[in-house]
């Protein structure tokens, strides 16, 4: 029995002295510049302007000078011209290139063994975007492009009905736009302080200390992490820490004995050596000492106890020496000087005692919250007017615009739907008057009579033409027809093979595609299918 006690007894302290290592996580500051990869010698050639070409959607919500206010290189002066570095921005309005909706059905039984389904739907698109910004320097040193063309993907939480995973798209221009400004913004700060700025970095890293205080070295381990700690919180990006070394004697001396007096190869002596490597290491880092933490860093490796701390820190301190080199400096602590021009949009000045300072009078033309729409009446009048930008979200049996009479003052007129053929808007979106019910509204149920609304062409083809209402509707109507069909009536929620086979009568090729499901009741399915009856002999 006391044999078998103190068997148990030895494994109890094993696994004691096993959690007696346990590390634990201690923070402490830090603050330094990062230095520029491809740095500007002269300090009097420190100085960036900027010339841009935005289209003017882009612009829709945003200052005159948004991205010069926006873009700043750190430890340069920035001009309002003439800078020695000139940032050329050109972006383009970004286009639509796929819309989808995406359905998952999902089956469930009664208790009666009757499965039902469930449907939801998520939207998804496409669109491309356009631009970029040329970097060069004044005696042409400096020659470099930064891209931003490429092909980018938005994607809608998932929608219990159609029409809401539909509703997603209205106004989501505006959405690409931002998007697209803010990738920009982003990027140019990123690179252009990357090759050139000096970015202070100010945040907090680690030291790893034993975790159980009945540890017989956890408190000496803790004291002097408390060292490390009260020299690094004196550190500034401003001012050297050349002697900071000094002052950090007394732990750095105290880590090093570690490994000497934990050699043995057992998992708890390795993880303590692990812990004075790691700490040493980082402690040269931040001292400006890569060379002196490299060496460290491979002692951790060595050790093999989570070696992968020790090569991150050797690619970081090699990448620390590069630049040291290239700056022709070793140390990333020093003044930092950056001043930014800000832009403003000034009202017109006086250029003389005798006039007063006076704003523009105000003009609806260039009203960045108006467009400019043309209206085709049915007695084959052209109207041009101005119409609220956020209105022609909701387009429904009316609009509203502002005209302009023959005496040269604005006022507003109101059309009826079913007094105009075509509305075009200066931006390029074309709407019809259709008749047609609204189903949304009514739970799929067409309940009042057909009238004229405004709907967005999406397709006008010989045989069939495909329209979208404001709410998400889809309006398919043949080109012998009165009246269009909503998708989101119940014959067609219910039933849209059926409807697609109706409409494809007379067209085998089509009709087979069909009967294999080919197309379903969404706005992308829709006008594939329109396309191929068109297509069809």
């Known amino acids: 029995m006391k044999k078998l006690f103190s068997i148990f007894s030895l494994l109890l302290s094993c696994v004691a002295l096993a959690q007696s290592t346990d590390l634990d996580r201690h923070d402490f500051n830090y603050s330094y510049v990062q230095l520029p990869s491809n740095p500007i010698a002269e300090v009097k050639n420190r100085t960036y302007s900027f010339t841009t070409n935005i289209d003017r959607n882009l612009m829709y919500d945003k200052s005159k000078f948004f991205f010069q206010n926006q873009v700043n290189i750190n430890g340069f002066e920035k001009k309002e011209k003439n800078g020695y570095i000139n940032i050329d921005i050109t972006l383009l309005t970004p286009t639509i290139t796929k819309k989808n909706i995406a359905t998952r059905t999902s089956s469930s039984k009664d208790k009666n063994g009757v499965v039902r389904n469930t449907y939801y739907y998520t939207a998804e698109l496409t669109y491309a975007q356009n ?3 040329k970097v060069s320097s004044s005696d042409g040193k400096i020659q470099k492009t930064i891209d931003f063309t490429r092909s980018n993907t938005l994607k809608s ?23 697209f400004v803010t990738e920009v913004v982003n990027s140019l700060n990123t690179q252009l302080n990357n090759d050139y700025g000096y970015s202070v970095k100010t945040g907090t890293d680690y030291l790893w200390i034993l975790a159980n205080k009945k540890h017989p070295e956890q408190a000496a381990e803790y004291k002097a992490f408390e060292e490390v700690r009260a020299v690094f919180d004196k550190m500034t990006f401003n001012n050297p820490v050349s002697n900071f070394e000094v002052e950090l004697q007394s732990p750095i001396q105290y880590f090093e004995s570690l490994p000497k007096k934990y050699a043995e190869d057992s998992k708890a002596h390795r993880k303590i050596r692990y812990s004075a490597y790691f700490n040493l290491a980082q402690i040269y ?4 000492l890569p060379n002196k933490s490299i060496e460290w860093s491979n002692k951790l490796i060595e050790n ?20 040291f080199k290239v700056n022709k400096i070793n140390t990333r602590h020093f003044a930092v000087e950056t001043k930014n021009f800000f832009f403003e949009e000034a009202a017109p000045v006086a250029s003389s005692p005798s006039y007063t300072t006076t ?14 729409a043309y209206l085709a009446t049915i007695k084959k009048d052209t109207i041009a007017g101005y119409i609220q930008k956020s209105r022609t979200l909701a387009l429904g049996d009316a609009i509203t615009v502002t005209v302009k009479d023959f005496q040269g003052k604005f006022s507003e007129r109101t059309f009826k739907a079913n007094e105009v053929n075509r509305l075009t808007l200066s931006n390029g979106e074309e709407f019809a008057s259709v008749s047609f019910k609204v189903a949304v509204d009514n739970g799929g149920i067409s309940m009042s009579s057909a009238t004229k609304k405004f709907v967005k062409e999406m397709y ?6 495909v329209y979208q209402y404001f709410n998400g509707e889809i ?12 998708n989101a009536s119940a014959s067609w929620m219910l039933s849209p093979k059926k409807r697609f086979e109706e409409l494809a009568a007379g067209c085998p090729a089509l009709l087979a595609r069909v009967e294999k499901k080919e197309f379903k009741n969404n706005l992308e399915s829709i006008l594939q299918f329109a396309e191929a009856l068109d297509a069809c002999n």
């Open 304 to 323: 093999d106890y989570d070696k992968s701390d020790g090569v991150s820190n050797i690619e970081e301190c090699n990448d620390m020496n590069t630049l």
């Open 131 to 133: 631009g970029s910004a």
């Open 285 to 288: 880092n931040y001292l400006d």
């Open 475 to 486: 309006i398919i109507k043949g080109a012998n027809d009165s009246e269009g069909k909503s």
């Open 157 to 179: 939480k998932e929608y219990d009905s159609y029409s809401s995973a539909d509703s997603y798209f209205y106004n989501i221009n505006r959405t690409i736009y931002n998007n």
């Open 359 to 372: 704003s523009a009078p105000y003009s609806i033309d260039t009203d960045p919250n108006y467009i400019l």
């Open 460 to 465: 006008t083809g010989k045989k069939i033409s």
